[in-house]
């Protein structure tokens, strides 16, 4: 057995068995834990051994590790305890955590556990709970550090030195009037530099950006980026301030955006991780996998329909799937180009016509390159077909890389234009036009050139 020390993690098998001859030292090494590490423990423990873990971890720090954890797990974790328990936990949590991790809660069980809160802390989570998660609304928080404009800084600094220490990322002080209406932010820093006598009405920046609740994360995102802030006042219809965004929430909104992308355009659910059962990833894999094998015969019929000529001429066997894979890949480069440009507001239909055609203008170009460079390999491949099958197949690569290049883009712009996740669709949509268009060109163009129909003997 390992001496148990601050500087040294244990095995989930360790902290176990120290957890039975000595309870108190396994709680001691537990709490010098950050939570992320003890997210981690629970993720690579066995999963019997998680529900004996889970008690071990200390309330004030469960919370924060349970938001570590994917939902699916969390969701499972959730479920091993009791409403009370569960209550203990959000009351260490900041209101927008506490609703965070309450969406992992079984709906029947979620109101018993709402009860038992503090009033203050039922009334915050329940105003959150009330906004989408992925809205602004979902991700503020109530907690944070507001003044009147008619205080001097004296007054402020009183109030900060007692009531402070309980804001976590305290960066703004937010300025309200006498009706909470939000009038402007200023830095601590800002705070520290002027007389105490100061109105903080005459230091506060008016002009601050500012959100709405309803307006959709990836807005909120976006004002971030552009305005380097540390965080965001939330203000509703009225202009009343009801909470603020800080960076760590967007942070976190950002590696969840680049996952959902990501796993969007290789056609997986956002919902996909490891930690799902292998039947639950199957069956959402499947859909896809399913429309993939349909579009592919599609392909294949479209080949079937040559095949005479490929009987005839073997080396278009050989030859046409290059024409199909580098339509594919040119294509997949446009369409990650677009979907990322449509993601980051880059991309917008006041200007999609200019992406478009510098697109077309990109596989134009790749087009003559390639082509070029395939039409001498394959003379040299296939002397016997000589000058016209080299043709054939660089003006057939010319073809599918301006059709990739215009298809890239024209996809996802479409999708978003009828109100369908360019990410989740493109890649089957645009697999299926180079590979049909592909096929198309490069034995179209064989048959009619090479291709000797067979003549019977009477």
Known sequence: MKKADAGTMLHPEEILHLS?????????????????????????????????????????KLGDTLLELPESLQEDMLATLPPEAVGDILEHLNSDDAADLLQSVDKQIRPLIIAKLAPDERRGVEFLLAYGEETAGGLMQAELFKVRHDWDIDRVLTVLRRWGHSIENLNYVYVVDQQDI?????????????????????????????????????????MFDKYEVLALPVVDENGILIGRITADDILDVVQEEATEGMYRLAALSDNDDLAEPVMLTARRRGVWLGVNLLTAILASWVVSQYAATIEQIIALAILMPIVASMGGIAGTQTLTVIVRGIALGRVTFTNARRALIREVLVGLVSGIIFATLIGGITMLWFPENGMVLGLIIATAMLINLIMAGLAGALIPLTLQRINIDPALASGTILTTITDVVGFCSFLGLATYFLYTPSVGVN
Do not use: W, Y
């Open 20 to 60: 039975q001859d000595h309870p108190k030292k396994a709680r001691k090494h537990i709490n010098t834990i950050h939570p992320d590490e003890l997210a981690t423990l629970l993720l690579n423990c066995k999963e019997s051994q998680r529900p004996s873990l889970l008690l071990l971890i200390p309330s004030h």
């Open 182 to 222: 939000f009038i402007g932010v200023f830095t601590l820093q800002t705070l520290l530099m002027h007389k105490p006598s100061t109105c903080v009405a005459n230091i506060a920046d008016r002009r601050f950006p500012r959100a709405t609740p309803k307006q959709d994360q990836e807005d909120v995102v976006r």
